[in-house]
């Protein structure tokens, strides 16, 4: 991480300092304070507030001026300076890739991560403006030419706060131990300190996998769940046997178990089944056109939650003819289906 947080206070100020809804607006002791009740954080005694923040502009995270018989704090970012002097070191190529990558830093960790970022992204935006008003109108309309469809799901994920986020992050990369707030749905909320090992996100839902007190079995929780999360001071040893791309295999969270390879045959009606000869299901794919114009694929392919569910968003247009296992099983699932559809 780009900072060194010594407590959630920390977390909390330099939250507000990043969204303050402009590139470099002041704020005053008091905007801090406001900014922190509207993240629902306690507010801390003035004395308290004003130490903290003048420790963030001696770490270097935060900028201070007197104003009259007051302080102003700002985040610590040369945008100014990047803002002013973007035409000497970037290109019209950086400048595009960069809005590129803002538009599309669309999860919700990277979004976060990104915040950090902030001033290459408002140098590029008013580089690629300037460059529009000069005549070179092409680059400026770059968002009407780019779009990248991902969402497979009608639901619409909770958004998660940075004050949440942020520290959960700082834990996840500095290695130190974590302390959640956690509102299980049917369970009281309870205080709960973590190994934090690693953040997943799926479809827009974030989760923290930690360990916690002598169980061995790692723990995954919702982190839109997480009321409130703080970054402690004492540090732990990351265990070197653990895996996280191991365990998103494994766990039963993200769907992804399998369970060994299947030879899998399936019948695709006319014109339903181009996209599997363009993206192959596995590299030993072959395929078979039959008189009526359907499309036979035989390949070998993992026996997981995922293939299920992609072959089901076919409906109809798709027929698995083997494993038989699997055709029974979705065989059954379809007379379900058809009798709760039928009831009159």
Known sequence: MAHQF???????????????????RWMSTQDVA???AALEVAEPPAEVLQQR???LVADGSAECRAEGRGLMWRRAECAGKVLANADTWLSDEEALALQVLKRFAGRQITSVMATLLRPLFDAAESKL???GREGCAGRIAWHRKLSVVERSSPLVPPRLRETVLLPVLTAVFEER???VVYRPRFEPERKRVLMPLGVVEKAGMVYLVGLEDEDPAPQCLRLDRVHAAHALKERFIY????SLADYVEEAAEFGL????????AVRFAKGCGDIVRDAPISPDQTEEIGPDGSLVVRCTVEMADWLVRWLRSFGPQAEVLEPVSLRRALAHEVKTMARAYCRS
Do not use: T
């Open 6 to 24: 010594d407590s959630q206070l920390d977390v909390s100020i330099l939250s507000v300092l990043l969204d303050d809804g402009g590139p470099r």
């Open 34 to 36: 406001r900014g922190l």
């Open 53 to 55: 923040l003048v420790l």
């Open 129 to 131: 403006r300037r460059r």
């Open 177 to 179: 131990n974590l302390e």
């Open 239 to 242: 265990p070197d046997h653990f």
């Open 257 to 264: 178990h399998a369970d060994g390879n299947i030879k899998l």
